[in-house]
């Protein structure tokens, strides 16, 4: 099993800025890939930020410019640095990997618990 654990959320006002963090722990063999996503009230989880083990990443584009998410290969941990935050930026954050779990087994898709942030104009 694999868990991952979401920090770093909160309320902010609009063109501040919040870290997020996930650290990702169990039986993993291999992260391929860890991405935050995001879910508004009515809204349907986006894909907000991911990286790949080689370090290459990609971004919705509301958020070019403003977000950098970053990798700690060593520590199983994704960063995502928000700034100049706008109050469309409201969610909740969710932390994603791709884990393989054995040498040869595939890629599983495990899943924060979400940290909300909260944007005030």
């Known amino acids: 099993q694999v868990q991952l654990v979401e920090s770093g959320g909160g309320l902010v006002q609009a063109g501040g800025s919040l870290r997020l963090s996930c650290a990702a722990s169990g039986s993993i063999f291999s992260i391929n890939a860890m991405a935050w996503y995001r879910q508004a009230p009515g809204a349907q989880r986006e894909l907000v930020a991911q990286i790949y083990k080689d370090a290459t990443t990609d971004y919705i584009d509301s958020v070019k410019s403003r977000f950098t998410i970053s990798r700690d290969s060593a520590k199983n941990t994704v960063l995502l640095q928000m700034n100049s935050l706008k109050p469309e930026d409201t969610a909740v954050y969710y932390c994603?990997?791709?884990?393989?779990?054995?040498?040869?087994?595939?890629?599983?898709?495990?899943w924060g618990q979400g940290t909300q942030v909260t944007v005030s104009s």
């Open positions: 994603n990997a791709k884990v393989e779990v054995s040498r040869f087994s595939p890629n599983y898709n495990y």
